[in-house]
């Protein structure tokens, strides 16, 4: 691998720009080399006005011998084929969450990997912001004694999921669960470890009934505990991204825990004893922080949280939480 880490997109969608053009030009050792689309004249455009050198279809990039790592900003339901293209014309590979549609095709993107030596990573991004690093210290301290109750609400705010938004599109894997609670899922597991689905319900999308524009769930965790899980596409006016931790000891609140850069707030309090209150580093930015782990691993060869392996069993607890709502997993 050269010096610098070379990164090819497949797929020009605003989440391109945002999640990796822009944080790229603030990482040191990282460049955006080349965008791919469906559409070699979007590419183009794409290129363009980003300044990127290289632009084509998707064929383009994976042939591109100077590509080190291609990142897929791609409907879900894309991701396994492509990622295993990738893998398997020797690139690393970088799955815009969540990983894949189900635990099927995500262990496929796992396996894949194995097999060519090559990584492939989940793009969780919050989980490497310092202020979800703290959180997750503070969990596991013990402050908070026994876990009586963990409650999720990562809500939409109901104005920004419009028809024609490929979230609500069930042949592109879309749902509430699968964008928003993927999330939930994968800070249960950080948190507490495997949960087991224990009931689940959800709203759906009267346009496309496979589609749940809310699904509201119960996960029992292996203390016993229940953490009640909200994924929603049809929140209020200001949406929530937030935890709570009901503890014997001491309780927990978190917001704006999806995206930490959008002024997240820890407190913790035991009565009338305020024994954490904290807010997000200004100016940190977890999709940055995100490539820079993504480069040290590569570089060093080192386990990462955000590994293909083990983002596998959150798409497994996503498929459950499908069927036992009553829905078919992706």
Not at 64 to 88: F, G, K, S
Not at 89 to 107: D, F, I, Q, R, W
Not at 126 to 149: C, K
Not at 275 to 294: C, I, K, T
């Amino acid at each position: 691998m050269a010096s610098d880490l070379s990164i090819g997109i497949l797929g020009a969608g605003g989440i391109a720009e945002r999640a990796m053009v822009e944080p790229s030009r603030d990482v040191d050792g990282v460049r955006v080399d080349a965008i791919g689309a469906r559409d070699p004249a979007r590419a183009r455009a794409f290129a363009e006005r980003l300044d990127l050198p290289k632009h084509g279809d998707y064929e383009t990039i994976l042939a591109d011998p100077d590509i080190d790592l291609v990142y897929l900003a791609l409907p879900p339901i894309t991701h396994a084929e492509w990622a295993v293209r990738a893998l398997q014309a020797g690139k690393h590979v970088l799955c815009e969450k969540p990983l894949s549609v189900n635990g099927t095709t995500a262990a496929a993107i796992a396996d894949a990997a194995a097999e060519t030596g090559r990584r492939a990573f989940v793009g969780f991004h919050y989980r490497l912001h310092g202020f979800t690093q703290r959180l997750l210290e503070v969990i596991a301290s013990g402050a908070l004694g026994d876990v009586d109750r963990v409650d999720i609400d990562f809500s939409i705010p109901h104005f920004v999921v419009k028809p024609g938004n490929i979230r609500l599109d069930g042949d592109l894997g879309g749902g509430a669960v699968m964008d928003v609670g993927c999330y939930a899922v994968d800070l249960i597991r950080a948190a507490w470890g495997e949960p087991v689905v224990e009931s689940a319900a959800a709203v759906l999308y009267d346009d496309d009934p496979r589609i749940d524009l809310q699904t509201d769930a119960v996960l029992r965790l292996g203390s016993g505990a229940p953490a009640r899980v909200r994924a929603s596409f049809i929140g209020n006016d200001q949406g929530a991204m937030s935890l709570r931790v009901t503890g014997s000891a001491a309780d927990l609140v978190a917001t704006s825990v999806i995206v930490p850069q959008w002024g997240a707030t820890l407190r913790v309090t035991a009565g009338d004893d305020v024994l954490v209150d904290e807010n997000a580093a200004d100016g940190e930015n977890s999709y940055a922080r995100q490539l820079e782990h993504v480069a040290a691993v590569l570089a060093d060869g080192s386990p990462s949280i955000l590994d293909a392996a083990r983002g596998v069993g959150t798409m497994r607890v996503v498929d459950d939480i499908y069927r036992v709502a009553g829905l078919e997993p992706r």
